[in-house]
């Protein structure tokens, strides 16, 4: 594999540590007590409040050289209900929804999706993948009217669920709709599905592999983020890639120890191979800070070593 120019492109996961970025939710509870005649003015008010967070969190990463957003999966609370008035309102909402697809693509910034876990394609209940067919559905909806093209570029990144179905999964992944389909890709975890039993799935569904350094680590019980598997299947996911250039990887590591599955604050260990990805979402809970930590230790020293722990440079309050 080739270095990436510049070094890979960092990611954003949702919010930021600071109070820069927060979305605003609604309680199913609540909205149920709300008189029908008043459950859209709320719904619209929710949503262009978080809409106008959406357009802060792309301002954010550009000030801040991060060229890949993750959004919320809960960006727009409620809008699946079967009760269709959520859906109604975003659709009224389409030209800001277009507007602020506009601007990522204006400032350079990636657009990516990745559902809640109770979407699970794997299920032996069919009516558990009916749901979460419907859910992916409604996420790709949302991708549309962002006018983000259906394929990876956009990608919705899911776990393989319920595990040793992996052919099952790949079925249904083959049934899917377009606008899913063209941009579903599928991750491992430490758990059901390591990185072996989510690429095969991969391979028969004909999508791409997202690799998660520290699932692999902590499933298979490594001893080190550069064990030559990481490097390995680093190389395999990105042939899943119909664009090379195209392939993200993640990356977290351990809050107390290495095969810890809880995230650190911080990304103090990076494996080698990482340097020569193009695209890293970064799955630190101290968000930014971790990110600005990695530009500051890890990018810029250009020795593919990883960063130190030390407290990272804050971002300016401004940001």
């Excluded at 598997?229 to 090379?244: H, N």
Aim: aromatic share 8%; hydrophobic share 40%; charged share 25%.
């Amino acid at each position: 594999m080739k270095a990436t120019p510049g070094g890979p492109n960092l990611g954003l996961v949702c919010i930021t540590h600071s109070k820069a970025v927060r979305y605003h939710t609604y309680q199913l509870s609540r909205y149920r007590l709300l008189p029908d005649e008043l459950k859209g003015y709320v719904l619209e008010e929710l949503y262009q409040v978080n809409l106008r967070t959406l357009l802060r969190a792309l301002e954010f990463c550009a000030k801040w050289g991060i060229r890949l957003y993750r959004l919320p999966p809960d960006l727009f609370p409620l809008s699946d209900l079967c009760d269709g008035v959520g859906e109604m309102v975003l659709e009224g909402l389409k030209p800001e929804l277009a507007k602020v697809g506009q601007t990522a693509e204006r400032l350079g910034i990636r657009l990516v999706a990745h559902p809640e876990p109770f979407v699970v394609l794997s299920s032996e209940s069919p009516l558990v993948v009916e749901r979460s067919i419907a859910e992916l559905e409604h996420e790709a909806q949302i991708l549309d009217w962002l006018g983000l093209p259906r394929s990876p570029w956009a990608a919705i990144t899911i776990h393989g669920g319920k595990g040793g179905r992996g052919r099952a999964l790949a079925e249904v992944v083959r049934q899917l709709p377009t606008p899913v389909y063209n941009r579903l890709c599928l991750e491992n975890d430490e758990r059901f599905y390591g990185a072996a039993d989510v690429l095969e799935a991969c391979q028969q569904a004909g999508v791409p592999m997202v690799f998660d350094a520290h699932h692999h680590v902590v499933k298979e019980r490594l001893d080190s983020f550069d064990h030559p598997s990481v490097a390995e299947f680093v190389r395999l996911a990105r042939d899943t890639w119909p664009r090379a250039e195209w392939q993200i990887v993640r990356i977290s590591n351990g809050r107390d120890a290495l095969h810890d599955g809880a995230h650190h604050d911080l990304v103090t260990v990076v494996p080698g191979c990482y340097r020569q990805v193009p695209w890293i979402e970064v799955e630190a809970k101290a968000k930014e800070m971790a990110i600005a930590h990695l530009q500051a230790h890890w990018l810029k020293d250009g020795a593919g070593s990883s960063p130190a722990e030390s407290t990272p440079a804050p971002m300016p309050a401004s940001a």
